[in-house]
């Protein structure tokens, strides 16, 4: 009976109106609105179902990553930020019922204008009053197109021009290696691969080469439709070779090939050397080759010798803003390994996500890797980035178990790559600090107080009020707390047993540190009392040195070395008045690993890599003027991503100059000419300097990757441009003094590179692991004598154009020549040669 009545109640309290049934539409309506910085924009609520949306007795949740005013402009509802990025919207008194097949409009002001999509709100989801801990998604979201009205903005014409330069190189003129080689030299002829050819080592080699045998084999077997066979005789005269020879005097990673008219010769010192070697055989390899195998394959006849410029060469992914899933990891790691990049930098913890399984502490993943709607956080985390407010979501919501990290641990090794763990402290640590807090109020309940404080991350007591940078009030681990090193030393032994039961080296843990907020820790019970019993702890600014001081020796005993990013390398101080921050000498001899992203252009640290390296530092340039790839790639409605630190097309990874980055700074973060003064009195890279630059970091942040297409698409073709400048030496752009000279040698070298993508590199993902969805660039169109040009970025990629209102297809009008049309719009798309198309470029017409 009670099971019924049960069931009865909960039927009872089901909403009858279907939140799916609504759909939203936001819209940039204006910016600079009121004369301040601010935008005007709207979001139409309409129902698309049976019944009518009542007036009252429900609000809706989304999320903004642009803080809201309170009032709305149209009266019918108020606006209230919650924490993070999380608001909700309450009906007024005004506020009409939404009958079947009408809509109700919400006019609203954000505190910044509006430049890209990424800028609107998201991930709308509807609270009964009568259910208050239970969130129902809504339906269709629409964004409006918008033309923002700023300097800098591009448009199809500016694309036009900035292409106009890319001519279209011969393939046989291009370098089939890449990234490029030390040197590279085609001899004539070539080699056809087929299924008579015998894969093996020259010389014996203890088997050091097995596994890199294995691969080689397979990798040739992918691309050939017959079943490699060996040979009746091994002294045939016609016996085709693919031989990983070992040679004393190569470095870590450097190899030679040679591809003669009867084989294929990997020379090298190392495993490492030969998986390059392989590597650069498989880009040897016609991008057909890996649409579909073939009987046999025409390689050149080439003789290569090269080895990586830095053998630091990481990607880091942030997974605990948005969830990627195990197979797509695989992928990543399989696009990085191809292209010669061995550090995968793993971002797995984050205020709006855990997603690492740790055996000792099941709370982190049972709460802190869910999101959905909850107002106190105590079961699983709030909706953040449009999430929702359902549990069942698939960015939101996931983490890798135990045995997953392992796998992944395990596929990398055999790529070649180390995966570096991060895990986030003291800052952007809310899902750790709910999680504990879980796991507090469980054994609270049991009677446990001793058991239930060993991991608390968060003083109950503590009264400091803060905002981060991203707008939380709550996501600061209590250094204070003793409790709180209980919780890094058990993390830490937790993910060293993985690495050992998967074999494979741990070398270092990321601890984050970076963005931990003013006046955090300010009214903490805990500080006050390690305060007076600590006397080199005057103020909250000792915590930090305090908290790393301790962690590192968690780490060292472990066998690890610690790092982080730079604030953790830093020490906080004044000059002339003002708060400074210097190299923190007390951490100098304990060889920590800076990994460096703050050089915002006209932010005042322009400088701060170079002095940690100058200083002593092992620094890492994760810049993200250049290597953040979740940036949009210039400033264009329809393109995604932030843009605080800069706007990032693939040129801006490939102009990077690790040593004088000052050189290659040619944009401010809005994409207009940089005023140079910025480096007036800015440290240089001295030659001691340049020792301790370990290599260079690209980035995904995970804000707005909410999905494995939007991922690639984010990544690629980026992260060639990242690739050539980790892997080659300086080309001679980047050391020429002559400004006039550099910008035409660099022109030159840009023109090769966009030409090798476009006809081989681009083609390859195409079909290479089943394909990628990598950006392609919209065409730039421009208006002269009555006709309109088009041209591409990418020489090989083909347009197509409309002049019916339609966007084009695969099956439009192939563009070879300019287009006359008379007063018919116009409309132009490029497309790869999978027939994926671009963005449409649509020029005004007259």
């Not at 070539?190 to 014996?204: A, E, H, M, P, Y």
């Not at 339609?806 to 007063?823: E, F, G, H, M, R």
């Amino acid at each position: 009976m009670a099971l019924c009545l049960n069931h009865a109640a909960r039927a009872a309290n089901e909403p009858k109106f279907n939140a799916h049934d609504l759909s939203i539409t936001w819209e940039a309506l204006q910016n600079d609105y009121q004369n301040k910085p601010q935008s005007l924009n709207a979001i139409t609520i309409t129902n698309n179902g049976k019944n009518v949306l009542p007036v009252s007795g429900w609000k809706m949740y989304f999320n903004s990553a642009r803080l809201i005013t309170e009032q709305t402009v149209t009266g019918n509802a108020m606006i209230k930020f919650v924490n993070g990025d999380l608001f909700s919207l309450t009906p007024t008194a005004t506020f009409t019922e939404i009958r079947p097949g009408q809509s109700v409009r919400i006019e609203f002001i954000a505190e910044d204008p509006v430049i890209t999509v990424t800028d609107g709100p998201e991930g709308f989801y509807i609270v009964w009053d009568n259910q208050p801990d239970k969130g129902y998604n809504t339906g269709a979201f629409t964004i409006k197109p918008f033309k923002p009205n700023y300097k800098g903005l591009i448009t199809p014409a500016i694309i036009y021009d900035q292409n106009k330069n890319i001519t279209n190189m011969p393939e046989q003129q291009l370098t089939k290696i890449f990234p490029t080689p030390v040197s590279y030299e085609e001899t004539g002829g070539s080699f056809t691969i087929d299924k008579s050819i015998l894969v093996g080592s020259g010389v014996i080699d203890d088997g050091v080469f097995n596994k890199e045998i294995s691969l080689l084999k397979s990798s040739i077997q992918s691309v050939i439709s017959d079943k490699l066979v060996v040979p009746e005789s091994s002294k045939s005269k016609n016996l085709k070779a693919a031989q990983i020879n070992f040679v004393k005097g190569y470095g870590a990673e450097g190899y030679s090939l040679k591809v003669t008219n009867y084989g294929i010769f990997i020379s090298t010192s190392t495993p490492a050397g030969a998986f390059y070697g392989i590597q650069s055989l498989k880009i040897l390899i016609p991008p057909a080759a890996f649409a579909h195998p073939q009987k046999e394959i025409q390689i050149p006849c080439v003789e290569v010798k090269d080895e990586p410029r830095f053998g630091y060469r990481a990607f880091m992914l942030d997974v605990g803003r948005n969830f990627q899933p195990k197979k797509e990891i695989f992928r990543v790691l399989d696009v990085l390994a191809l292209y010669k990049i061995n550090v995968f930098h793993f971002h797995l913890t984050e205020d709006e996500g855990w997603r690492l399984e740790i055996p000792s502490l099941p709370e982190l993943t049972a709460v802190g890797a869910k999101r959905g709607h909850t107002l106190d956080s105590k079961h699983f985390l709030p909706a953040s980035h449009g999430s929702g407010g359902e549990l069942d979501n698939k960015t939101g919501t996931g983490f890798y178990t135990r045995a997953d990290y392992i796998e992944i641990l395990k596929y990398a090794d055999k790529l070649h790559i180390l995966v570096i763990p991060e895990i986030e402290a003291p800052g952007h640590a809310r899902a750790a600090i709910k999680s504990m807090n879980a796991r507090y109020d469980r054994l609270i309940a049991e009677g446990k107080k001793a058991k239930a404080e060993k991991y608390l991350l968060y003083a109950p007591n503590d009264k400091s009020e803060y905002s981060t940078a991203q707008y939380w009030t709550d996501n600061v681990i209590d250094v204070s707390l003793p409790s709180a090193y209980n919780f890094v030393e058990t993390v830490i032994g937790d993910i060293v047993s993985m690495y050992k039961e998967a074999g494979v080296p741990l070398k270092t843990i990321n601890f984050g540190g970076d963005e931990v907020p003013a006046h955090v820790w300010e009214k903490s019970p805990a500080y006050l009392a390690i305060k007076a019993t600590h006397p080199e702890i005057k103020n909250t600014g000792d915590l930090w040195y305090y908290f790393y001081g301790r962690v590192n020796q968690l780490v060292k005993a472990k066998g690890l070395y610690l790092s982080g990013w730079e604030e953790m390398a830093l020490r906080k101080t004044v000059l002339d008045g003002n708060p400074v921050y210097v190299p923190n000498p007390d951490f100098m001899p304990e060889h920590l690993q800076a990994e460096v992203w703050n050089n915002t252009l006209g932010g005042g640290n322009e400088d701060l890599a170079y002095k940690l390296a100058n200083a002593g530092y092992k620094t890492v340039l994760t810049c993200v003027t250049n290597m953040y790839f979740d940036m949009a790639h210039y400033k264009s409605f329809d393109e995604p991503g932030y843009y605080w630190g800069a706007f990032s097309d693939i040129d801006k990874p490939f102009s990077f100059i690790p040593f004088d980055y000052f050189k290659n700074s040619k944009v401010d973060r809005d994409g207009l000419p940089l005023n140079r003064n910025i480096f007036i009195g800015k440290q240089r890279l001295t030659d001691y300097g340049k020792s301790n630059i370990l290599g260079l970091q690209s980035a995904v942040w995970g804000e707005n990757i909410k999905s494995t297409e939007r991922l690639e698409y984010m990544l690629l073709p980026r992260v060639f441009g990242f690739a050539e400048r980790a892997w080659s030496s300086d080309p001679a752009w980047a050391t020429e003094k002559s400004e006039m000279k550099s910008d035409s040698l660099y022109e030159k070298d840009w023109v090769t590179f966009l030409n090798v993508l476009g006809k081989r590199e681009l083609p390859r993902l195409s079909y290479y692991n089943g394909g990628y969805n990598y950006r392609i660039p919209k065409p730039g169109v421009t208006l002269q004598d009555g006709k309109y040009k088009a041209n591409i970025q990418f020489p090989g990629l083909i347009i197509r154009y409309t002049t019916n209102g339609k966007d084009p297809d695969t099956k439009s009008n192939l563009y070879n020549d300019a287009v006359t049309i008379d007063k018919s719009t116009v409309k132009f798309r490029a497309f790869d040669t999978k027939g994926r198309g671009s963005s449409v470029s649509e020029p005004v017409t007259p």
